[in-house]
């Protein structure tokens, strides 16, 4: 078990989960669900690798990446933020903002 800073405990092994929906552009909107990768160290603590693909909608979907915030400490854990926008398709893009679930163990 590492910690962070020594705020709160935290194990290399674990991911988190996320879902939400995207900005309403050209008439429509994509949902996203998925599940981060594991935490790649950083010199404030650590993020995570995130990617996937929005929910068919209008005949078209849009793929999405980034990198999560550093941790923000909650009591019992700590979360995320995500936020970014989706690949350019249909002449288009979309926003998306999030915070991912607690710290799932794996």
Same mark, same amino acid.
């Given at each position: 078990?590492?910690?962070?800073?020594?705020?709160?405990?935290?194990?290399?092994?674990?991911?988190?989960?996320?879902?939400? %929906?995207?900005?309403?552009?050209?008439?429509?909107?994509?949902?996203?669900?998925?599940?981060?990768?594991?935490?790649?160290?950083?010199? %404030?603590?650590?993020?995570?690798?995130?990617?996937?693909?929005?929910?068919?909608?209008?005949?078209?979907?849009?793929?999405?990446?980034?990198?999560?915030?550093?941790?923000?400490?909650?009591?019992?854990?700590?979360?995320?933020?995500?936020?970014?926008?989706?690949?350019?398709?249909?002449?288009?893009?979309?926003?998306?903002?999030?915070?991912?679930?607690?710290?799932?163990?794996?």
């Amino acid at each position: 078990m590492d910690s962070y800073r020594g705020r709160y405990p935290y194990r290399r092994n674990h991911i988190h989960e996320y879902e939400g %929906a995207t900005t309403f552009n050209d008439g429509h909107i994509h949902r996203y669900k998925g599940y981060t990768g594991r935490p790649i160290p950083t010199g %404030a603590g650590h993020v995570h690798y995130y990617r996937g693909y929005t929910t068919l909608n209008d005949r078209h979907r849009h793929e999405y990446y980034g990198y999560t915030s550093v941790p923000i400490p909650v009591p019992g854990g700590h979360i995320h933020y995500i936020n970014g926008r989706t690949t350019y398709v249909d002449g288009h893009i979309h926003r998306y903002e999030d915070r991912v679930s607690q710290q799932i163990y794996r």
